[in-house]
Each structure stands twice: as structure tokens, then as C-alpha cells.
């Protein structure tokens, strides 16, 4: 019974022990805490940049939907309807990227894509004499929801990526010491115009 408690306190002092432990820390000035926060940057970066497509995506996923609902109405010109639908199914091929924004040109130009063709989508499904019905109202209200929320969805991912930017920056020693793809890494382009 006597070894039994004295192995007994030997596991439990074993576990104490171990327990405390606490994980060594990362010298912030080196160049693996410096691969620890430009991961954690990155990211926010691409989060920032997934919310911002899936809200795109989901606007014309309701566009795509709004015209269905609009083909199902009597006295629609369905030939219209059938261009909306195209220009709105060409609008995913046209979208920018992290790197072709870097054009602005590109971005300016699937705005103009994307408003030309929710203003005629407005026009057809909200008309002036007559009220729309539940559903068409419904995606309507989503999709100039998502429209309004465009902007805001820029700005913070400019933010990240402006962050991102700076800490590239300022860390290139880090990052040479580093290797591998954080030699390659560049700054992001961003929405807002640079001098």
C-alpha cells in the first residue's frame, strides 16, 4: 500500500510539473514572429476579401433570381429578360481580382457593368404604375441591401490590406531571412486610389 501512494504522489507531482509549463515564447523581433504576424495579416486579408466576393455573389445570385420571378409575370417582354440574364451571368467573368485591381480601369468597369444592369433590372421589376409582388420586393430590397453594403466592404478590406502593406514594409530583413514564398510577397493593390 506504501508504494502504491508513493507512486501515486509521483504521477501527481509528474502532472503538476508538466502541467505548468508554459510554451516558450517568440522573441518578437525575430524573423519567426514576424512570419506569425504576416500570417495572421494575410489572413484577415483574404477573409476580408471572401466576405466582400460571397456579398457580390450573392447579388447576383438574387438578380438570377428576381428574373425568374420576373419571367413568371404576365406581359413581360421575355427577350429582355433573356439579356438581363446573360449580362448578369457575364458579370462573374468580368469581376476583378486581388491582382487585376491593381487596374483600376478593371474595377471601374465592372461597377459600370453591374449598375447599368441593376438600374434596367430596377426599372422591370419595380414599376412606377403598379405594385410589385412579395417576392420580386423581397429580392429587390436584398440586392440594393448588398449594393449598399459595397463600399463598406471595400474599406475594410482595404484596411487589411493596407496593414498587410505597411508590415511587409517594414519587416523586408524578416522576410528575406524568411525565404520561400514571404520573399515573393508584394503589396496588395487597393480600392482607394494612390498618388
Known amino acids: 500500500m506504501k508504494r502504491l501512494t508513493s507512486l501515486f504522489l509521483a504521477l501527481a507531482t509528474l502532472t503538476t510539473i508538466s502541467c505548468n ?5 517568440i522573441d518578437p523581433a525575430s524573423a519567426q514572429a514576424v512570419k506569425v504576424q504576416l500570417d ?13 466576393v460571397a456579398s457580390d455573389d450573392g447579388k447576383l445570385r438574387d438578380t438570377r433570381q428576381l428574373l425568374r420571378e420576373l419571367s413568371a409575370q404576365p406581359g413581360i417582354d421575355r427577350t429582355q429578360l433573356a439579356q438581363l440574364q446573360y449580362a448578369n451571368d457575364r458579370l462573374v467573368r468580368r469581376r476583378y481580382d486581388q491582382q487585376t485591381m491593381a487596374e483600376s480601369a478593371r474595377i471601374d468597369a465592372y461597377d459600370a457593368a453591374q449598375d447599368s444592369l441593376l438600374r434596367v433590372v430596377y426599372a422591370v ?6 405594385e410589385p409582388s412579395a417576392p420580386v420586393k423581397t429580392l429587390t430590397d436584398q440586392i440594393q441591401s448588398a449594393d449598399a453594403e459595397l463600399v463598406s466592404f471595400r474599406v475594410r478590406y482595404d484596411q487589411a490590406a493596407s496593414r498587410f502593406n505597411n508590415y511587409l514594409q517594414v519587416h523586408t530583413a524578416e522576410l528575406e531571412q524568411l525565404g520561400g514564398k514571404y520573399i515573393k510577397l508584394k503589396p496588395l493593390p487597393l480600392f482607394t486610389l494612390q498618388n
Do not use: N, Y
Not at 509549463?21 to 515564447?25: A, D, I, L
Not at 495572421?40 to 466582400?52: G, K, N, P, T
Open 125 to 130: 421589376a419595380l414599376p412606377a404604375d403598379r
Open 40 to 52: 495572421i495579416l494575410q489572413d484577415s486579408v483574404d477573409s476580408r476579401w471572401s466576405e466582400m
Open 21 to 25: 509549463r508554459t510554451p516558450k515564447s
